[in-house]
């Protein structure tokens, strides 16, 4: 039975085992289907399957939901319907508006940190189209038999609202775009560029903020997020080695605090203590939006020689973290913060004023 193929959809591949192998076999001449359906993933080694994604395995998934927010529409997003042409006319979407597609991590949701503060943060600063991809629904919290396998479907999904966004009249390319992942987020994030062919280009721009370790459990072989999934890949490293991974996998990574303790996380317990590792790279990134003093990080050569205090880079080699780092950063940087916010310490090196040396000058557009 041949196929009938639409211009909207879904990412047009059999399976999500043949995207992962490789972006040069994803289809071409039929690239975009009405849904994708996936094979069902392996549950003879089910740990959790109070928390595992439950069938239909294919896209749109009806737990996995992208809602529109914008200045006009805070409080009440609107759904995009990936297999509606219809759908993005019937919202205000605005194509002249930046895009943010924000990706939770287990146990998040529209409703729940950091997406509120994140979308707030960008809503003071000017006019977005902010997409928050929800799957909080679908898998509340870690499924050991799905860990390998439940990122990549959710990345396929994403994958669908992308191709959805670049071939609609009112659309944007993906190099327009710009994806922000937390968590396992980050890796959906980086995922997503496993589905795009060559001819239909390459996502702008992905943040990943504290990429967890966890999807490189198992036979996990993908190099998951890493610079050749779009234009420009930045990572913000607050709890590498424990919740977070450690690797450096972008064209530039910040490591917040020697990137393992942060300041003010120090609990009663040792799990509490983790998590809020984990998870303080979010006000980080969110301060960052609008900060007035920003996180300037400098390069180091090794993290021993951060924590003794050798480094002393110059002026010109200090670049800021978080949303507005510049695009030609390259490497591994290291920046100190604050316990309490406001976070940022503003410009370390000699010449406090910033605006020559950056392509940002930390003031807050008002």
């Known amino acids: 039975m041949t196929a009938t193929c639409s ?55 009806p737990r996995i939901k992208f809602y529109l927010y914008t200045k006009r529409t805070q409080q009440n997003p609107e759904l995009i319907d990936v297999l509606d042409r219809e759908s993005l006319y019937n919202t205000h979407w605005n194509p002249k508006h930046p895009v943010k597609i924000v990706i939770h991590g287990f146990g998040g949701g529209r409703n729940l940190s950091p997406s509120p503060d994140m979308r707030k943060a960008y809503f003071i600063r000017g006019n977005y189209n902010i997409i928050i991809v929800d799957y909080g629904s679908a898998v509340t919290e870690p499924c050991l038999s799905q860990i390998e396998w439940a990122p990549r479907f959710g990345s396929l999904c994403v994958s669908q609202l992308v191709k959805y966004i670049a071939n609609h009249p009112r659309g944007v390319p993906p190099d327009s775009l710009h994806l922000i992942g937390y ?59 424990i919740l977070g991974q450690w690797s450096a996998g972008g064209h530039a990574d910040f490591y917040v605090n020697g990137g393992t303790s942060q300041p003010g996380c120090a609990s009663s317990t040792i799990f509490q203590t983790l998590a809020c590792d984990h998870t303080k790279v979010t ?84």
């Not at 959809?9 to 040069?24: D, F, H, P």
Request: charged share 20%.
């Open 7 to 61: 211009k909207f959809g879904s990412g047009g591949i059999n399976s999500l085992q043949e995207g992962v192998r490789s972006r040069k076999k994803v289809a071409s001449s039929c690239a975009v289907r009405k849904s994708v359906t996936q094979k069902e993933p392996d549950t003879s080694n089910v740990f959790n399957t109070s928390s595992c994604l439950e069938k239909p395995y294919r896209c749109p998934h």
């Open 183 to 241: 968590s396992v987020g980050a890796h959906i994030a980086g995922l997503v560029a496993n589905y795009l062919t060559p001819d239909e280009g390459k996502l702008g721009r992905i943040t990943g903020l504290d990429p967890t370790i966890f999807f490189y459990a198992g036979t996990n072989n993908s190099r998951d997020l890493d610079p050749s999934d779009a234009h420009f890949v930045d990572i913000i490293h607050t709890g590498a080695g």
């Open 283 to 366: 006000p980080y990134f969110i301060e960052s939006i609008n900060s007035e003093k920003g996180f300037w990080a400098g390069p180091c050569t090794t993290l021993v020689s951060y924590l003794l205090g050798w480094c002393e880079p110059k002026d010109s080699e200090y670049v800021l973290m978080g949303e507005h780092v510049s695009h030609r950063a390259r490497g591994v940087y290291y920046v100190t913060t604050n316990a309490k916010p406001p976070y940022a310490r503003g410009f370390p090196g000699k010449n406090r004023r910033t605006g020559k040396n950056s392509e940002y000058s930390g003031v807050r557009r008002k």
